[in-house]
């Protein structure tokens, strides 16, 4: 059973480009979070998809949006990227109820 | 003020010894859950163990075990017989019940553990 896939596991972007990053859940989980993880620091929650609306957002700003399909998967979507949006980017599925599954995540470097 | 607080940036342990690494928090929600996460140089966050706050008992999962101490706002990882493999960083997190339904965690700055042979 596959756990939570990220594509692509890397990505280089030049400042001012916008960036879709994608998640596919773990089987039989149907909420996504995304979360940043500058590096050195703890990841930060952007924000969680569920039945393909966003339910909860952190302290992030409009330049960062998502989409959850009807299978669950999600994309997170960065406009008008920043040097400051280099980080790791992680995403999370959890089943109803409790738990949280992390994938691998998709490292994006912007020059 | 920060939610969780990691005071330990780093620590050098000694294999087989057992070790303890330090996370308090700051709530005022009744109900919340506090996680501790492993996250080796790949990348993935390895889900270690979880704590509720309503749970009377400590709890544990193998060699890992959670000394929670909700008076202090304490919830210290202790990992017995450390080994060689447990070298990484390790995060605190903590999820609050409060906002109904969504359920963000709130991360720590983390501890970089690396055991000595």
């Known amino acids: 059973d596959a756990g939570v896939t990220q594509s692509p596991t890397h990505l280089i972007k030049t400042r001012g480009q916008q960036v879709t990053l994608r998640c596919s859940p773990k089987?039989?989980?149907?909420?996504v979070s995304w979360y940043q993880q500058a590096l050195g620091q703890g990841p930060q929650f952007i924000f969680q998809?569920?039945?393909?609306?966003?339910?909860q957002r952190g302290n992030f700003p409009d330049r960062f949006s998502g989409h959850q399909f009807p299978n669950y998967s999600s994309e997170l979507n960065v406009n008008a990227l920043l040097l400051g949006d280099s980080a790791l980017y992680l995403c999370?599925?959890?089943?109803?109820?409790?738990?949280?599954?992390f994938g691998s995540g998709t490292r994006l470097t912007v020059v | 003020a920060q939610k969780i607080t990691q005071t330990q940036p780093g620590m050098f342990v000694q294999e087989k010894e057992a070790v303890t690494l330090d996370c308090t928090y700051d709530?005022?929600?009744?109900?919340?859950?506090l996680f501790w996460y492993k996250q080796p140089s790949s990348g993935e966050m390895i889900f270690l163990i979880y704590?509720?706050?309503?749970?009377?008992q400590n709890a544990t999962e193998g060699r890992y075990s959670l000394n929670f101490q909700k008076a202090r706002k304490s919830a210290n990882l202790v990992i017995s017989a450390s080994q060689l493999g447990d070298s990484a960083m390790y995060f605190c997190?903590?999820?609050?019940?409060?906002?109904?339904?969504?359920?963000?965690?709130?991360f720590g700055k983390g501890t970089h553990l690396i055991i000595q042979p």
């Open positions: 997190a903590m999820r609050e019940w409060a906002g109904g339904g969504a359920d963000g965690l709130t």
């Open positions: 089987s039989g989980h149907d909420t």
């Open positions: 709530t005022s929600d009744q109900s919340y859950g």
């Open positions: 998809y569920y039945e393909e609306e966003e339910r």
């Open positions: 999370a599925s959890s089943p109803p109820g409790f738990g949280y599954t």
């Open positions: 704590q509720g706050s309503y749970d009377e």
